[in-house]
């Protein structure tokens, strides 16, 4: 069998869509039957055993078992359904034929913020991560401390900020392919896989799924001439008017 599948979609009994951790695991299915589970963007795995009848898969490791029914099979799509809110649609991961580039995306990425371009914070929104090199106040388990950082995601409309998420993000380099995972610290508001494909000093590009369908995504890094903004900003200044500006909460 040694099959990689790639999860695109996450949808509840009703078909609305649920932005799932499930996003996160890539799961190979190996001859020996173990079921490989790989965290995206670490090099984090889990191995279970599983046994298929019919169209339940059951899964069993030191932690536990479970019975996961299989939707769909074919070769070029796979649906399960964990329960009633996660229902993963997986394709066959990407033949991709990439060299290891995650010690250079990583350098480029962290201490610095980008703007990101064809997310799903993308509606009418500029979108800017400041990238961290280390988890700051993150607490994520144990396994993963060595390799997520932090990074907080801000949208922009009008050059006004109004929405701010706390999350963290890794990256890692699996199947001839560079990945940068993010995903939102507290509840499932983001779950996210970039795979990679270019990557220059300043631009870094890749695609993702977002419910399903393949989005092309852009990273540009964000520069800032810091001497010319002190050279402004180191003298006196009066303030001579003002505005109050709303968010959408008033």
């Not at 099959?3 to 979609?9: G, M, S, V």
């Not at 799903?120 to 961290?132: A, G, N, P, Y």
């Not at 890692?172 to 940068?180: E, P, S, V």
Request: overall charge negative; some cysteine.
């Amino acid at each position: 069998m040694n099959k990689t599948w790639l999860p695109i979609k996450v949808e509840d009994f009703d078909g609305h869509i649920n932005d799932s951790a499930l996003k996160l695991y890539a799961l190979t299915f190996t001859d020996s039957a173990c079921l490989i589970s790989r965290t995206l963007g670490t090099s984090l795995e889990r191995i279970s055993k599983y046994n298929l009848t019919n169209d339940k898969l059951e899964l069993s490791d030191e932690l536990g078992s479970g019975i996961v029914d299989i939707l769909k099979l074919t070769r070029g799509e796979l649906k399960m359904q964990f329960d009633s809110f996660n229902i993963v649609t997986y394709i066959p991961f990407p033949d991709e034929k990439y060299k290891d580039q995650t010690a250079a995306i990583n350098d480029q990425l962290a201490n610095e913020s980008w703007y990101l371009k064809g997310s799903q914070f993308d509606m009418k929104k500029e979108v800017l991560i400041e990238f961290k090199d280390s988890l700051e106040d993150r607490i994520v388990k144990p396994p993963l401390r060595k390799e997520l950082n932090a990074a907080v995601i801000h949208t922009f409309e009008n050059n006004y900020s109004d929405f701010h998420l706390r999350s963290i993000w890794g990256v890692n380099y699996f199947d001839n392919t560079n990945i940068i995972s993010l995903s939102e610290l507290e509840g499932n508001g983001l779950n996210s896989t970039i795979i990679i494909t270019e990557i220059s000093d300043s631009l870094i590009s890749g695609y993702e799924f977002i419910d399903g369908d393949k989005s092309l995504i852009q990273l540009s890094i964000a520069k800032t001439n810091f001497d010319q903004i002190n050279k402004f900003l180191l003298k006196e200044w009066v303030l001579k008017g003002f505005e109050e500006v709303k968010d959408e909460y008033g």
